[in-house]
């Protein structure tokens, strides 16, 4: 089994990551993007590692550090070398082949953490049929995982121990927590569903941003051509690396449509032809019955 077959294999289901499907999301973004998003039907979904937050999916890394030091033997070391196989192995992955992108939404309609972190508060966010988005996403032949976003630290610290100790005490009873097939095969099975959780745990600070992800893996490394190669895009003075995912429904009576339902223009986009640009734009697009809202938190400058 390779790689990019064991993640296939993961779902939300099998993690302790609450999934919403019965709700609308939002997307932040600026005024280009959100033409090509609804112009395109799809997303630009950058690379993990470029987005804002540095510790993007190894701020787990010392999570699953610490909780190690909960039973360890700091004397023992069998138990110092599984500590880190498990914490240090998601760089592991990441640098030698494991590639993620990371589609974010949020449940906050009106976020002004968000405004100013996407579009400087003059541009836009898009309101999603979460249900219909996922269901375009499913026609896609590349794995995805998807589910709120955990920031409380206690309860990622949880969620670890309860995934790593059972590991850890199988492991020692039977005598091969340093070497092994067992202990190969024990590890490289839990280091994949670290993985899976790297994704969705954040440092706290983040918590403003209420957001929710829908996240897309590839595996390099079994050098098969991906069903969607890896595009460039500029921004914020960096190149970034990102993928493209179509986002109309293929199949049944709404096959073509894009799950948009609503579009929020930002507190700071107060010039009297915005809306009228919007209502314009959706007009030539094709798109019928979207509403259109003004950010309720007012701003001069």
């Not at 051509?225 to 970034?240: D, M, Q, V």
């Amino acid at each position: 089994m390779t790689q990019i077959d064991k993640i296939k294999i993961t779902s939300p289901l099998d993690l302790k990551i609450e999934s919403i499907r019965d709700k609308t999301l939002y997307h932040y973004t600026n005024n280009d993007a959100l033409l090509n998003i609804i112009k395109g039907k799809s997303f630009w979904v950058s690379k993990a590692q470029f987005l804002n937050d540095p510790t993007e999916l190894t701020y787990i890394e010392d999570v699953i550090a610490e909780t190690c030091d909960k039973f360890i033997d700091p004397n023992n070391n069998g138990d110092l070398f599984f500590k880190e196989r498990v914490s240090k192995k998601i760089s592991n992955h990441l640098s030698f082949g494991i590639n993620v992108y990371v589609l974010s939404l949020s449940e906050n309609p009106d976020s002004l953490t968000l405004w100013a972190s996407y579009s400087q508060f003059v541009g836009y966010n898009i309101g999603l049929d979460t249900s219909a988005l996922i269901q375009a996403i499913k026609t896609q032949d590349i794995p995805y995982v998807d589910g709120k976003v955990i920031y409380n630290q206690e309860k990622q610290e949880e969620i670890i121990y309860n995934e790593i100790k059972p590991v850890y005490d199988y492991l020692k009873s039977s005598g091969q927590i340093k070497a092994g097939k067992h202990f190969i095969e024990s590890t490289n099975h839990l280091n994949f569903i670290l993985l899976m959780y790297s994704i969705f745990f954040k440092n706290p600070s983040f918590y403003p941003e209420e957001e929710y992800r829908i996240a897309f893996i590839t595996d390099s490394s079994e050098r098969q051509a991906p069903s969607l190669p890896e595009k460039i895009r500029t921004g914020n003075g960096s190149f970034i690396p990102f993928i493209e995912i179509p986002a109309k429904i293929t199949a049944g009576v709404n096959t073509g449509k894009f799950p948009l339902q609503s579009i929020t223009i930002g507190p700071k986009n107060n010039h009297d032809i915005t809306k009228k640009g919007v209502e314009h734009l959706l007009e030539y697009l094709g798109f019928r019955f979207i509403n259109i809202h003004k950010s309720k938190t007012l701003l001069r400058y």
